[in-house]
């Protein structure tokens, strides 16, 4: 931690907060610059809230050294030696997301009738993903929109991985449909509008699912690791490296003719900051379904470890995102891109 | 509705829509442009959702024209024949928010202690307060964070209401803990973070309390009022009309200088949108204790029907959020210069 | 200066900055935190350029304690004794802006015809405005726009001075026609799109007329005072400190339902950080002429040491801004809002 | 353009918004909708100025169904049969942007010194590049920066394009300048923050040379497209269609840990929109140096037409932007790993 003080400060405020700081039984480094005065902590041995400061007379700024997030940082994982977690589903240990192996999640944005999500997971198993995407409890801006089809939806999904051996990611909105959406689930999403549901985090990770974490549309890298060290840290007892997934989908900014600016910085910043997996959901991220392809491709080439694309078997009649929501033929010829694409930047997609 | 067909829409594509139009029992305007065509969409009593012409063939965009909200529209309420609504808390008509009276609501963050939050109490109240805030149950960034003292701390607001007669306003963080925060506080407040957790906007909207509902950090004004409208469609029963209290407290923005951009147009556009009332936040609108009071006379000035404050008797010492709160003299003063403003703007402060 | 070490970086990277420090003639502080270590810097006596570190292994920030301008800090104007500078324009000492004394300027957004200027011109001054804006030379963002009456312009504005005795403040855009700009221009605009037009700002430093700079739409606070830096570092000789007024004019966020962000935050902090007077431009900054005098009143409010408001005869028809500019009558009855409410913050309207 | 009339606009309002659109020679679709009436236009032969309405009564919006530019349009350029356009430079077919056609731009921010332009032009050369860049005049932030070596730097450039063969792309920052950089450069480098100088785009479309304009900081792609028809419309009588090149560089967002957050969404919409080439400049996108390659990838597989890349022979002495420069070694390494990449996604690299 650094603190900041504010040019006006005077001999007695930077006393007062190193008085602070030793309190603390850290140590207090005392810098004069040209306009104001820097103070330095050391001694601690984890981040330090800036709380502990709070109100003291004179401080411009504290400057965290730290981070703010331990357990889902690069340095914290020191078996990996250099290698990163990688999120394995199920029992086939081809099927999984990071180090290497790229996972492909397909399906509609929500689940609709029995014999659209039949359809959606055959179109595409054929095409080549290993998971299913479909939503049975939609979070919605407008209480007036269709909100998905709660149990049934989630019964139609099993279903459908009966069918087809596809493993399911499903959204759990809240904490009172936890347990059902976990009972069905193989990968439980966490919507980006829930990334700082603390609460949520906080049940989700007492589950034994794998977490897929969507970032929230104005969260900072630094917030949305944060939102991650919640469920690794109710995690500690169970293999939590390797149960959490982090997905990119576009961040709220002033263009207007995107859903979202989809952040592909996102994908060399994480993969230095965390050993955790990072996909790329190129649908919400640009929102236009013919332009999902050429985002898809970018996150590849970003360093993504996998995707989370809308299929749809019929977008113009979809209850939802049907304009963002590719075809089965569409997702066909993406996912032969990404293979052509993966030999050239080291994924693979099995 | 408006349809905007892509330059390169063909006619195949335009009939497409007007037939979907058509089958919705609506009727369809076509107009060609200069680069593009437009269809618009007449005959409906009510917002058509987007979705309805999901993936149809050579769309550009959907224009909604009217704008996803309506009970909490200010078309809706024609019984106010003008008037604002005002939301009373409590026996006491003088003490609420709306339609020419301010209110005001002050106190610390967090309850800290039973001294805290007494002296915190005693103080507000002398200065002019009706309301104490104060949070319990905190939703914090950090897993490491300090995150309230839970049930024991809305036990120690109530005896401050005891003490003082202050009313009580305090966070709801999740569904799990409504009931318990519901049993205590006179106004139910819902963070910026869960403006958008719909699950907990609907089992707000059951219980029979006041809600004061802040403005997320990245929501538009559009979902602010959509999410309002949750609140108020969960409560055609009740006065839901003079029940929902809208808060700006400042959204996110490229500025680093200040903890949040306070959104001071916010005021002028919800008063012409919506019958609410709509409160300020500058503590979090801005995060500088020494630039609070500014803030504050603005948000009056611009139109606000009320105030939330965060004041601790020892902000040095404060748990969380010490540099953003007033001393007890400070705050005494701002409510001085509120008001000797509310005067000149047409603003009473009992 | 800070320098924040990567957590991955060695001894030798800190060695080798530390060796660059005292290359430079400074003192290095060097602090080993808890995930990583950081350097301090003392003994400069001007702010360091961060590209003398560039590209030294192992930086992971470098944070300036010193904040980019001098000559436009708070700190710089010893002789004020507090107190704030004033522009005055013109020789009677009741015209300018800052210190207490709140300039109001008004006029259409574009000189469009002699009957519109003079108009404009007689309507604003029985109102109460001292100066008359008014644009010769128009930014527009499409070539097909008007673009303003160039030199004629600028005589119909000259003219309005000799009718009304209102002082010109009008825009130059562009270096090529400075001088002419500067021949009728009692104050000299410099628009938001030309903020970092570093060789405008130069240019318009070496002429002896009053500077009016507007915020950047994506300009920080700091790269707005570093470009007012601009034009005291060219003024040297000149009286400059009582030369340059700031003008907040709102900035771009995703918020959509108006035209920018108003940054009311902008007044209190940059009251704290410089000595030169900050004014408003409400109609840009909501872009809705109903909701400007909210607008305005809270920027006053907030400490605003003047206004410049688009006001044209007959809106309905104006060639630009139309939507956003007051009639006469609803001027009139602004100012009138703005003496009272002066009186309760300290402002005079003379 | 279509009208959306406020829901409070009476009958009044909408007539004489008919009557204006009359006046105007089009044709007026009056659309009643749920809460207001929208109103339609037809018979324009050209987008239609929003200005014609400015300030007409019950207007709430404006939609331009036409988007304000039209020369740099994908259906403007009719005569491509669906090749978009290509920029050659020089003589050579093989050295340009667009159409297939990948081209590499490399070298320093700043030209420093003989010895520095000569070694940067020799190392990207030989690794691929066939451009090279290198800033003469630099427009920087604050005014004690360094600014370049002005005219002995464009020698300097041309001394480089003698050794090596390499073309020479340098920023031009104003008129004044224009004609001294335009005698030394192959291609005109418009920088982010003069994207709407437009006294500087009419100046530089007088010229012969082609022009790389760069994305403003917080341009929307329309008034990035708005900028580039200022350059065309001045270039009528030349081959405009093949001396445009656009490119992203980054925009500013909420985001702290990259200097900018780099747009990838925008290379598939423009290629939608706009016949002219589209490369990016993943340098200042990003803003540090080992991210840089996962950028550059991302942008050649989301469809850009070539990169600018900054590549010092020592960064770690670069007097500008060093954090973000490539070292030559890393620079080969990224044009071997583009080259394998562009035989996935048809981009040749000559």
Chains 1, 2, 3, 4 share one sequence.
């Not at 996998?306 to 590719?326: C, F, K, T, Y």
């Amino acid at each position: 931690m650094l603190i900041l003080m504010d040019p006006k400060a005077g001999e007695g405020d930077v006393q007062a907060v190193c008085a602070r700081i030793e309190s603390l039984g850290f140590t207090a480094h005392v810098m004069p610059g040209a306009t104001s005065t820097a103070i330095g902590i050391t001694g601690n041995t984890h981040p330090i809230e800036e709380d502990r400061f709070a109100g003291l007379a004179g401080i411009a700024r504290c400057i965290p050294v730290s981070r703010g997030f331990k357990l889902v940082s690069k340095e914290f994982r020191s078996d990996l030696a250099g290698r990163d977690s990688r999120v394995q589903v199920g029992p086939d240990p081809t099927c999984g997301f990071g180090a290497g192996m790229f996972g492909v999640i397909a399906g509609p944005c929500s689940v609709e009738s029995r014999e659209q999500i039949l359809a959606s997971a055959h179109a595409v198993k054929a095409a080549g993903a290993r998971f299913l995407r479909g939503g049975a409890f939609k979070p919605r801006t407008s209480p007036y929109a269709f909100h998905g089809l709660k149990e049934e939806g989630l019964k139609l999904l099993a279903e459908a991985r009966e069918a087809t051996g596809l493993l399911i990611v499903t959204e759990v909105k809240d904490t009172d449909t936890l347990d059902m959406v976990a009972a069905y689930a193989d990968v439980l999403q966490v919507g980006a509008r829930n990334m700082q549901n603390f609460s949520l985090l906080e049940a989700v990770s007492r589950t034994s699912r794998p977490v897929l974490l969507k970032r929230g549309m104005a969260a900072t890298l630094a917030e949305f690791l944060q939102a991650a060290e919640y469920i690794a840290a109710g995690r500690r007892d169970q293999p939590w490296q390797d149960s959490i997934i982090l997905c990119e989908r576009g961040i709220r900014t002033f263009e207007t003719m995107t859903r979202n600016t989809f952040d592909i910085n996102a994908f060399p910043v994480l993969r230095r900051l965390t050993h955790l997996p990072v996909i790329a959901d190129p649908s919400h991220g640009i929102g236009i379904a013919s332009d999902v392809p050429a985002v898809a491709r970018a996150a590849m080439a970003a360093g993504a470890d996998g995707m989370i694309i809308e299929v749809h078997p019929d977008p113009r009649n979809a209850l939802s995102d049907g304009a963002q929501s590719l075809t089965p033929a569409g997702f066909e010829a993406l996912v032969q891109q990404l293979r052509r694409l993966g030999e050239v930047v080291d994924r693979t997609i099995p």
